[in-house]
């Protein structure tokens, strides 16, 4: 006999770790306006903060999601309950939803489950199955990095992107909001860093200049949503390479007084701060100070990748010795967060160096260098650009499809899974492997002009890495005995809620 109910608690992704479904029991009818309430510590924030992000991304169905005046006939409760920081308990019966966590993070992501089960009904399926869940997360870093500096993303789309980073149970949201093409971190001390790094020449646009930056209170805004939310927001200053927009905006920090312009190529270029001027320094320290002001997050990352230590020749006597200023200053930088009472982020490139042991490496490279950053003595966060999570990425090897530099195929992201990826590589026996804090997916913009193209590109790739991260198993592993086809119902119900996700093939 056919079960009473179709099960959408088993499409859910990332797979909550233990769930134990009964299609029999009679399962909660769904009001069309499903209330919220919350009488524990964190819960009344997460429905706030969650609560326009639900209207979003329930669009395409017939709910109606609302703050419930108070307890009695709330359909989705969440209460406090004995249960560890970071998980979640989630039970449905026929009188309603209840969310126990012992915090924000265990609320977020109990709601972002409940919320998902709705979204991935079928259609018509008005009651949604009674189950017990009891779920938490293999990593403590599951993230999202977007690139706002190659082309500027109005706020707007930050938010919405983070409406997706809620669903997908991930706690990390990334910014990096500084590079050769354009800064858009406001500092009230060097205003010439948003009025002139944040534009650049370009014949496309009207004018001929394009560009943009965020105020303050438009960031904070962003960064309490996330918090609420148990997300935390990470902001990249990449410095002392892809600088050249703030030494437009101020020469004095370069090695020259050359004014390099606000670059309009994509690469790598030769306008590096300067390592040794003291003008370069009271910069760092007064922009990271400035940082700290907007963002509440313990996280600061500072750059250090692809940094053109060439262009020091002229600051040394003699050969060779540019891998010291390098040194220098990227020890200055993570020095300078620390005292700030925050913990500095770097790409792996300066994974060599000898910083202070409490920075974490960003490895964007080969394994290798993780297992060499490990060695050191680092913490992690695997984010590898070889066909798992460079999400700028062709879908498919095809002219006809959009993205650069390479390809990355919906299947490869369902691959990845951090402590796997670099056990494949290095052997199992990895020194050090408890400092793998966990992974995320990085979207770089130079071939991404507007938010339908962030969506187009990110979102059904981040769902597929959201997996491994989760729940420590790739969804690859079980790609054909139902992760393809979870992917499937995410694609259509993002596409149900108007979001343009890729529609194409999930392998090459
Ligand atoms: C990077 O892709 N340059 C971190």
Request: glycine share 10%.
């Amino acid at each position: 006999m056919a079960p009473k109910h179709s099960d959408p608690w088993k499409l859910v992704i990332p797979a909550p770790r233990r769930c134990t479904v009964d299609l029999e029991a009679e399962g909660f009818s769904l009001p069309e306006v499903v209330t919220l309430f919350s009488d524990a510590e964190g819960g009344s924030e997460v429905i706030q903060a969650a609560l326009p992000r639900i209207d979003r991304i329930c669009q395409g169905t017939v709910y109606r999601w609302k703050r419930a005046a108070d307890a009695a006939p709330a359909a989705v409760r969440l209460t406090p309950g004995d249960v560890e920081e970071g998980h979640y308990e989630l039970a449905v019966t026929s009188a309603g939803v209840t969310v126990r966590a012992g915090g924000t993070a265990g609320f977020s992501a109990g709601l972002a489950t409940v919320v998902q089960a709705v979204l991935l009904l079928d259609h018509g399926q008005t009651v949604l199955p009674a189950v017990t869940i009891l779920d938490h997360p293999a990593y403590p870093w599951r993230g999202f990095m977007v690139d706002v500096a190659r082309h500027f993303l109005p706020m707007e789309s930050l938010h919405r992107v983070l409406d997706v980073v809620w669903l997908l149970r991930l706690n990390r949201f990334h910014l990096h909001l500084t590079d050769d093409q354009g800064w858009r971190l406001p500092v009230s001390a060097y205003p010439l860093l948003t009025d002139v790094g944040g534009w650049r020449s370009d014949c496309t646009s009207e004018g001929g200049r394009y560009g943009g930056f965020y105020s303050a209170g438009e960031l904070r805004e962003l960064d309490s949503d996330a918090a609420a939310l148990g997300i935390t927001v990470v902001p990249e200053i990449d410095l002392p390479g892809h600088a050249s927009a703030a030494i437009t905006a101020y020469p004095q920090i370069g090695c020259s007084r050359e004014v390099p312009g606000v670059e309009t190529r994509w690469g790598i270029f030769p306008a590096v701060i300067s390592p040794v001027s003291q003008a370069a320094r009271d910069f760092i320290r007064t922009v990271f100070a400035a940082a700290t002001e907007v963002f509440q997050g313990p996280y600061i990352h500072v750059g250090g990748d692809e940094v053109m230590t060439e262009s020091w020749a002229s600051l040394t006597s003699e050969a060779g010795q540019e891998d010291q200023l390098y040194q220098q200053i990227v020890r200055f930088m993570t020095e300078t967060v620390l005292e700030l009472g925050r913990v500095p982020l770097v790409w792996d490139e300066a994974s060599r160096l000898d910083l202070p042991r409490d920075t974490i490496i960003l490895n964007w490279r080969e394994p290798e260098f993780a297992g060499a950053a490990l060695e050191r003595g680092y913490r992690i966060v695997l984010c590898p650009q070889a066909r798992r999570t460079y999400l700028d990425h062709k879908h498919r090897d095809t002219p006809l499809e959009a993205g650069r530099l390479s390809v990355c195929t919906v299947h490869d992201s369902s691959r990845y899974e951090p402590l796997l990826y670099v056990r494949e590589a290095l052997g199992p026996d990895l020194p050090g492997a408890d400092r793998v804090l966990g992974g995320q997916g990085n979207l770089w913009t130079e071939g991404v002009r507007f938010h339908s193209e962030v969506e187009y590109m990110g979102y059904l790739r981040l769902a597929a890495i959201s997996e491994g991260l989760w729940t420590g198993t790739p969804g690859a592993a079980a790609w054909s005995e139902g992760f393809r086809e979870r992917l499937e119902w995410w694609r259509g119900r993002m596409i149900a809620s108007g979001v343009n996700v890729y529609p194409g093939a999930m392998e090459a």
